[in-house]
Each structure stands twice: as C-alpha cells, then as structure tokens.
C-alpha cells in the first residue's frame, strides 16, 4: 500500500482521493495544514471508528471513543507529564543499565545478538517496571513476547472480527492470564522496590469509578504494554540501522560535549528525531469524516475514509531537503527542520496524540546515554525492507556483535 500512497502524493499532491479497494475514494492527507487541520483543529470532525489491535487492546485508550476516552485518557495524562514522569526516571535509568550489563557481557564473549529481540527486551522491561513496580522476569517476558506476536499477525487475519480472535485466541488466553496475574499481584502484595506503578493507579480509578472493572483495567494494561514497547523498540532498532550506515552520526553526537552534558544529550536526541521522522511510530493515522468539510480548499464529503500519513509527510522534498538521508542536524543547526504546525508529527499531533510520547523520548535517550559511548554494533546482515503494520518495522533479523569503544569524552 506505501508504494500507492507515494505514488498518489508525487502524483497529485498533499491531498489526494485514492482506490483502496473501497466503494468510494480515500482521502490520502500529508500536505502539513491539511494534517494540522484534521487532527488539531477539528478533531470532532474527523474520528476513530475502530483500531486494528482491538482484539488485543479492547476498550483501551488507543482505540476508546467519544465520552469513555475522554475519561480514560484525563486519567493517563497526568501520569505522562511532568512530576508523573519524574516517578518513572529511575525505573529507566535502572532497565537501561540493565540492558548495558548484558551488552558488556556479549563484548566480552563476542557472543552474537538479534539487535530488535534487544530493544523489545529493554522497553519491555522499562515499561513493566514503570506498570508494576518489578523487573521484568524471564518467564513473563515470553509469555509477553505474545503481544508482539498477535500484533505482526494483524495484516493477515481474517476481516471478520469472530474469525479474527479465534486465529489468535490461544495467544490472547495467555496474554490475559499475565495481564490479571499483575493486577491480583498489585491489589494483594506490597509494591516493587521503585514503589507502585502506573498499574496502581488503574486499580484506585476501580474505587471510585465503576467503569474500570478488571476488563478494563486488563485492556488498559495491555494497551499500555504495547504502545510502551513496541513502538520504543522498533525506534531503536532502525536507530541503529541508520547508524550501521552513518557511523559519523554516532561520532557526532559523541563529540557535542563530555556525558551528561546539555550538548550531548541534544545530540542524542537529534539521533532519535532523524530516526522518527524517516520511521515514525504512528507511521499512518485512519480517520473518518463525520460531517462534510473543506480541507486545505477542497470538499471532503462526510462518511469519507482518511489516511493521514506522518510517514509522507517527514519525506517531503519541499520541507525536508533531501528527505531520503539521515541527517540528524536537522534537529540542531538552525533552520534545518521546518517549523510548520503538521510538518513533523512522529507520534500524531492534536488531542489523540500518543499519551507516551515524551516517555519514549526518554527511555531512548537514556538507554543510548548509555550505550553510544561503551560500545560499537557490527552487524551481520541487515533487513532489507521495511514492513508497513501498525508500525514501520524491519522486515527481518538484524544479528550484530557488540564490541567495546572508546568513550567520547565521558
């Protein structure tokens, strides 16, 4: 389908009706004010009908409409902003050291690791602290691989929602088992060794508001679980893919300043931003016109399909010099990304904007903190596509070995 929507967007522009197989048109949207006004203007206007992981993540805050996402979404936001953040920092900083003890044991041994298997490890295990308080063990980290799994299975399910769960109902059996075993676990035992996590709080709603019953809690839970690992992950992962071929970039951003400081920490950041704006986590945002309306001077007539799509958007040449290269001094040198509302929007933009974005920013910086300096990532093949679902993923292992590097000047 990625091959369609660059074609229609070189062909016809920042809006485009396209044939999806659909009676009638969908509108393509990668123009930045026709995205700014879908998703931050008129939000009411252009709506979430459903979302393709409803089978996993139920009624959850990724694919909850109207009133009941409103309320659930009020709940999460504080725990994702400000001094709700800062109650997640050392469960971070602990994952990410965690994950530089293991590295430093494969540079001694020279022993070969799946560079994606790693990344899922380190998100998996940050969000499950920041979730319940514990590190991740290894007998729940299999049983949670499972997310994944039903998540890579979603473009080949049936299209019929019953046919649909029963492909994967062995996998969804499991993944509710872990799911209410952490919540019997933080209602009945003392909290981890960080404190109470984010599941704590789904359980205190429960008390005062009836809505969130053990099903709700669960969705939330795994909603959480999915959208705090595997788009981390997948970002990561293409990190460092970028890097195997631009290994000045590491190189830079090593030698902004000394560790710790606010240059390099900037240009750590500015790898993670190059690496979103080629990859986005919301690579392609489904919406669907409640009422008719006029997008950037053309008619949308009401009951039209949408595909707002960052992952056009961040390739355009008129904004994005040289889109196809990765230059993560966009991100630091003046005037070097566009300052356009809707030009860059790697976790969606307006009120359904991901609840998890400046979490991710920060587990990522702070695992790459870590890791850049201490060591080097040899691969020994690479992916060689991409894979369009609900993320932009690698198509394939990406092996590596690890070996120790000199540190930049920390």
């Known amino acids: 389908m990625v091959e369609l929507l660059t074609l229609a967007r070189e062909q016809v522009g920042g809006l485009a009706a396209v044939r999806l197989g659909g009676a009638k048109p969908t509108v393509l949207v990668t123009e930045p004010r026709a995205v700014q006004h879908v998703l931050a203007q008129h939000p009411d206007r252009y709506v979430k009908r459903s979302h393709r ?6 009624d959850g805050v990724l ?10 979404r009020r709940l999460l936001q504080s725990q994702f902003t400000g001094q709700g953040m800062r109650r997640y920092e050392q469960r971070i900083a602990e994952a990410a050291r965690a994950t530089a003890a293991r590295w430093a044991g494969h540079a001694r041994t020279g022993q070969e690791l799946d560079l994606a298997t790693e990344m899922r490890h380190f998100a998996l295990d940050t969000i499950w602290r920041s979730l319940t308080g514990f590190e991740l063990d290894a007998t729940t980290e299999a049983e949670l691989e499972l997310v994944g799994a039903v998540v890579a299975a979603l473009p080949q399910l049936p299209d019929d929602s019953v046919k649909a769960h029963e492909a994967v109902a062995a996998f969804l059996e499991r993944i509710d088992a872990i799911a209410h075993r952490a919540i019997d ?27 969130y019953t053990d099903k709700l809690i669960r969705d939330e839970l795994v909603t959480l679980l999915l959208a705090g690992h595997e788009t981390t992950a997948t970002t990561l992962t293409w990190l ?8 000045e970039a590491r190189e830079q951003a090593l030698s902004a300043g000394p560790a710790g400081s606010p240059e390099r920490r900037e240009a750590v950041q500015a790898l993670v931003h190059e690496t979103l704006r080629l990859y986005p986590s919301a690579w392609i945002l489904p919406r669907w016109t409640a009422e008719a309306d006029t997008v950037a001077g053309f008619a949308v007539e009401a009951d039209t399909d949408l595909l707002v799509c960052p992952y056009l958007t961040h390739r355009d040449p ?17 005037g070097g990304r566009p300052t356009e509302h809707g030009a860059y929007l790697p976790f969606g933009l307006g009120p359904r904007a991901c609840l998890g974005m400046q979490f991710a920013l920060r587990e990522s910086v702070a695992l790459l903190e870590v890791l850049l300096p201490a060591y080097t990532v040899a691969f020994r093949s690479t992916p060689p596509r991409a894979a369009y679902s609900i993320t932009v993923r690698p198509d394939g292992p990406t092996p590596a070995v690890v070996t120790a590097a000199a540190d930049f000047g920390g």
Do not use: C, M, N
């Open 185 to 211: 676990t933080a209602r009945t035992q003392p909290p981890g060794p960080d404190g109470p996590g984010l599941l704590q709080v789904l359980l205190e709603a429960s008390a005062e508001r009836p809505e």
């Open 63 to 72: 694919s909850a409409t109207g009133d009941a996402w409103k309320s659930q």
């Open 318 to 334: 008129v904004r994005w010099p040289e889109p196809e290269r990765f230059d993560p001094t966009r991100f630091t040198r003046p």
């Open 53 to 58: 992981a409803r089978l996993l993540i139920g």
């Open 240 to 247: 460092y893919l970028l890097l195997d071929r631009h290994p």
